[in-house]
């Protein structure tokens, strides 16, 4: 078995970077003597078709924190865990037919822009400000701790002596060709990194069941994974399984995962970005359709390598007997580091010439995400607190000089605070768990906003003030909630403050800021249609098949 990168290894790696670069900064030259504007770098002139839309979805969701924290999660819950990605699949043709079309008709830039015009400005910058805080300190940071933590376990000796190195070496990267070629540079240089990142998940999941026995062959490995590991491969999970209070069982799929899963996929900035700069409603709505179907098969990918890792970890009977695998999965106060399944499988199994290429894939999905969160900061920066309170009137356009600046500025800051995270038990459930604080209130915010007319800027600064005491309140120990249910409350009683405080507040007329639907509003495509029902009818059978 394989530990270290030969020379075949790096020249693989290194043609990845070179590719990459190249197409980043080849797209990022527009017109010649033409300068950028604001909608080029930021919307990538609203050019992008929908297969590039789909891919860049999936490039910018799918990175450290899922290929090593989803993975650890696989390690330790199992395939309860790819209900974040079924999930998601179902939830962006919600996002597609009942979001899109009222974000495309009012030409947003940024999401706080929403929130502007629904209700204020005020608030708009309030939000920014939070937004632009958590996607430095929570998301930049995880995806930078976790892929240099990847890194070292892979070409290092997952000591940790390599972690800082390899954090800055991925921030360079990403900003080598996002930086100065905005989304455009982000999104087309996305459509190769997701191919890379879903060819090479495959062939670690195909490579890693082969080896799982000692007679080898990927059906064999297959089955038993799922003999010795049965209880691994249940979607929903008993109430007396350790896992229940982050995956409280048929809550997943009726409860808090939904809150989850709508703010993340329909009012996150670094997503909903690249759905705002298609060519049009019908080519952003089969670009997200695209990214549905991509979803379905993420598991394999994500959640597979983390029961195989699981299986060796455990070495049942007829299981390949690995040497040292104990000592390379507990830390040294005795616990199991469930995050280190991912990278330990490459590490071991992945021969020299194909390594290079997975971890070339690896490092596709961190950087992807890091342009995408770096470019989602800069844009937020850039259109929501500089234009309009530091801009001059008679300033030239400076919006992309300030968007690139900022983004750098966004790195320089996350870069010296990633390491800080330290060991964390299941990255991928923390992070999901600690944005779950804020995520209920937002997006009772952003439904309300969207489909109740008689809510006003009042009822929403009182609903998001009021929700981050709600949260804190339900974590209290002695309600054994488990977080999904705490999200779900949080957010029904965020809706029932904003209700209550607009009602009061304006009785009678819907406020101002509502907004005109009609059934002409969420008309969709037959490609669209066909989609989501294809979708829909998949996911029924992989839950009959795995409940």
Do not use: C
């Not at 204020?120 to 309030?126: D, E, G, M, Q, W």
């Not at 109430?239 to 069982?249: A, R």
């Not at 992070?431 to 969207?450: D, H, K, R």
């Not at 800027?457 to 909630?481: C, F, Q």
């Amino acid at each position: 078995m394989s530990s270290n990168f030969t020379i075949l290894d790096y020249t693989i790696f290194g043609l990845y970077a070179v590719i990459i670069l190249s197409v980043g900064l080849w797209v990022s030259r527009g017109k010649k003597g033409v300068q950028k504007t604001a909608q080029d770098y930021f919307l990538a002139g609203k050019s992008l078709p929908w297969w590039a839309i789909g891919a860049s979805l999936i490039a910018a969701n799918i990175s450290a924190e899922q290929m090593i924290g989803m993975s650890g999660s696989g390690m330790a819950v199992g395939l309860a865990i790819a209900s974040y990605e079924w999930m998601a699949a179902l939830t962006l043709i919600v996002v597609g037919k009942y979001f899109l079309p009222v974000f495309i008709e009012k030409g947003l830039y940024t999401i706080p822009e929403f929130i502007e015009k629904r209700y204020s400005t005020n608030l708009k910058s309030i939000l920014a400000v939070f937004w632009i805080a958590l996607f430095i300190f929570v998301n930049l940071t995880s995806v930078l701790f976790l892929g240099g933590k990847a890194i070292d376990t892979i070409l290092g000796k997952g000591d940790g002596e390599m972690i800082f190195t390899a954090i800055v070496a991925l921030a360079l990267f990403a900003a080598a060709y996002s930086l100065y070629g905005g989304l455009s540079a982000v999104a087309w240089t996305d459509v190769i990194q997701v191919a890379l990142l879903v060819v090479g998940g495959l062939i670690t999941s195909v490579i890693a069941l082969d080896h799982v026995t000692p007679d080898g062959g990927v059906i064999a490995g297959l089955t038993h994974i799922y003999d010795t590991a049965g209880d691994k491969f249940h979607m929903i999970i008993k109430k007396d399984n350790p896992e229940f209070m982050n995956l409280p069982g048929i809550a997943v799929l009726i409860g808090g995962m939904w809150i989850a899963n709508l703010y993340y996929w329909g009012f996150n900035q670094y997503i909903i970005q690249r759905t705002l700069a298609a060519k049009s409603l019908k080519e952003s709505q089969r670009g997200i359709v695209f990214a549905a179907f991509l979803k379905l098969i993420i598991p394999l990918i994500v959640v597979i390598p983390g029961i195989i890792a699981y299986v060796m970890f455990t070495q049942p009977e007829g299981t390949t007997i690995i040497n040292g695998v104990g000592d390379a999965f507990t830390k040294a106060d005795g616990s199991t580091n469930y995050d280190k399944a991912y990278p330990w499988l490459i590490s071991s199994f992945i021969p020299s010439g194909i390594k290079g290429l997975v971890v070339a894939a690896l490092a596709a999905a961190i950087v992807s995400s890091l342009a995408s969160m770096v470019n989602s900061t800069s844009t937020i920066f850039t259109m929501d607190i500089y234009k309009p309170f530091f801009a001059k009137n008679n300033e030239k356009n400076r919006d992309v000089v300030v968007g690139r600046i900022s983004g750098a500025v966004a790195l320089l800051v996350a870069v010296p605070v990633a390491p800080a995270l330290g060991n964390i038990d299941q990255a991928f459930q923390y992070i999901q768990e600690y944005t779950g604080l804020v995520s209920p209130g937002i997006l009772a915010v952003f439904m309300m906003g969207l489909f109740y007319k008689k809510a006003n800027n009042k009822g929403a600064i009182s609903g998001i003030l009021s929700s981050i005491p709600v949260a804190l309140a339900l974590k209290t120990p002695s309600l054994e909630l488990p977080w999904m249910d705490q999200m779900l409350y949080t957010f029904l009683i965020t809706i029932v403050v904003i209700v209550f405080v607009s009602l009061s507040t304006n009785k009678e007329k819907d406020d101002p800021g509502g907004i005109d639907l009609t059934s002409d509003t969420f008309k969709t495509g037959k490609v669209f249609n066909i989609s989501a029902y294809a979708i829909m009818l998949i996911l029924v059978v992989l839950y009959a098949l795995f409940w």
